[in-house]
């Protein structure tokens, strides 16, 4: 069989011009993200800026909370976070980077924090895995971030001093005290 040089040459073009890239992230119990987060703070999100960052001079999103509470660590009444990725409205140039959480101005999160990188950047552990809104279901405050939280709290390396009461119609729900809680319990260890 001969292949022209021609084809070889488009080929071997078009094989090294288009690069795949993903992010693969092997999943963290509740108790792991609780156990390695410097901070844990349940706040509202109350501003996204997006720039040019002139540590690494990628697009980085900074993302300003209110904290309504800190669960661990030690955080101001503000607490500001510096993530890779974004969208330059002036130039309509966006970086996107799969995994790393959105927060929405006026919502309510409960967000694992490691220290912050050299670079100043402090995304959550995990990326989404340790992002989990609070919202309202039937008058009462609910985290999710889609996981099942059952399952989640079941991954421990020691038996559950307090369990984590899910939903019983949703397993990835939990009752926002419940869930400040367990994480507490989880640092306790």
């Known amino acids: 069989m001969k292949i022209s040089v021609t084809y070889f040459l488009l080929l071997l073009h078009f094989s090294l011009s288009h690069s795949a890239s993903a992010t693969?992230?092997?999943?963290?119990?509740?108790?792991?993200?609780?156990?390695?987060?410097?901070?844990?703070?349940?706040?509202?999100?109350?501003?996204?800026?997006?720039?040019?960052?002139?540590?690494?001079?990628?697009?980085?999103?900074?993302?300003?909370?209110n904290i309504l509470q800190t669960i661990k660590g030690k955080a101001a009444a503000s607490y500001k976070i510096k993530q890779l990725g974004g969208e330059l409205k002036d130039s309509?140039?966006?970086?996107?980077?799969?995994?790393?959480?959105?927060?929405?101005?006026g919502e309510k999160y409960i967000v694992f924090l490691p220290e912050k990188s050299s670079l100043g950047f402090s995304s959550p552990l995990g990326l989404h895995q340790g992002s989990y809104s609070v919202t309202e279901v039937d008058g009462e405050q609910v985290v999710s971030n889609g996981r099942n939280l059952t399952a989640l709290t079941q991954q421990t390396h020691a038996?559950?001093?307090?369990?984590?009461?899910?939903?019983a119609n949703n397993p990835a729900q939990a009752r926002l005290q419940d869930f400040i809680n367990t994480v507490r319990v989880f640092n306790v260890r």
């Open 159 to 167: 038996p559950v001093m307090a369990p984590l009461a899910v939903s």
């Open 24 to 65: 693969s992230i092997l999943p963290i119990s509740l108790e792991q993200l609780s156990q390695k987060a410097t901070n844990i703070i349940y706040a509202e999100a109350i501003d996204n800026t997006v720039a040019i960052d002139p540590a690494s001079k990628q697009i980085v999103t900074y993302t300003t909370f």
């Open 92 to 105: 309509n140039t966006r970086l996107t980077v799969h995994g790393v959480p959105r927060f929405i101005a």
